[in-house]
């Protein structure tokens, strides 16, 4: 099988781990104030409580608290300095997220704001921490953080991957193959265990750097289920659309390809795309593989990923980063025995790591 990985910008600082603490402290009260400033650092925190969520307060809490250990340690780069983390369920939600956001801010308990990540939750709270000068750290993923810097989103600082490095992945490999008769295909909520509207957020972004970068409109079409865009393929793609950008949930997904095979699409004249950058490990191995499903069904999938590239992060595979989701995992074990909780990952997300050298 054909099926591609491709490795994304990661977006993270060139910051060495021993001097981001220190940037941390300045980020928090200011470089003069970080001078004689002792008391303890507050670290307000707006994540979703909901364990669906890669980034829930259950999967970051342990990572942070083993973070501030290292910090606090007499060999750390703030040893014996109070940090002080307060959790907040940001629910993905503007509503509540921004609620919390200024409960925080009026009771004096924010130098920082770690999160939200969802993009419609983060935009808000962006916003406004210009005007407390407060600075926010975040792993928003929507490209108008990247347009607006200089003006809305001042205060905010991106960590981990950044959909615009993917519209210019996407775009690098459209020129190499001088390939430039293409459309996505969206299901907006398709990957909603990261965040609501994720598909559709991808889209956009790619949609408008691409067409801008390239000077033409990207032709898209948005389903909302499955079976819309089965019935509607031939005409979506037809002749005329060699290469598709497809996203959606993995389940949408595969039986988009079966029914791409039924229609000889994968007879080596059309290519698509996965975005999907956030799979985990488990579930990229064999992603055409249901094994609820028939064996023909199966045998389908299988030929039709050889022409599907999966876009996606690649993962640290460095003895450093294992132990360091061991390290987690233990973490989360000692604080959630009374919960049903688990990760189900052999690593940590990357949401986890860039939170965790936030």
Partial sequence: MREKRMKEYSGTPSVSPKMMPFVLLLLCLGQEAAAYYTGPILIASLFPADDRRLFSIKRIRPALEIAV??????????????????????NCSSADAMNEAINFYVRNKSHVFLGPCCDYAAAPVGRQTRYWQIPIITTALA??????KGDKFSMMTRMGPSINKLAEFLKAILLKFKWNVFKILYQPNGLDNVMDMMCHVMAESVHFSLGYDLGYVIPY?????????????????GTENAIVVLCASPHSVRDIMIKAHELNFDNGEYVFFNIDLFTSKNSSQKPWLNESDTPERNEKARKAYESLMTVTLRKPTNVKYREFSQQ???RAEVLYKNFNFTYGEDEVNSFVGAFHDA
Avoid: C, H, W
Wanted: net charge negative.
């Fill in 69 to 90: 250990e290292k910090v606090r340690a007499p060999d750390g780069p703030l040893p014996g300095r109070e940090i002080e983390i307060n959790y907040r369920d940001s």
């Fill in 143 to 148: 490209r108008d953080f990247a347009l607006a």
């Fill in 328 to 330: 987690v995992k233990k």
């Fill in 221 to 237: 079409f948005k389903f909302e289920g499955v079976q819309d865009m089965l019935d509607m393929m031939t005409k979506e793609i």
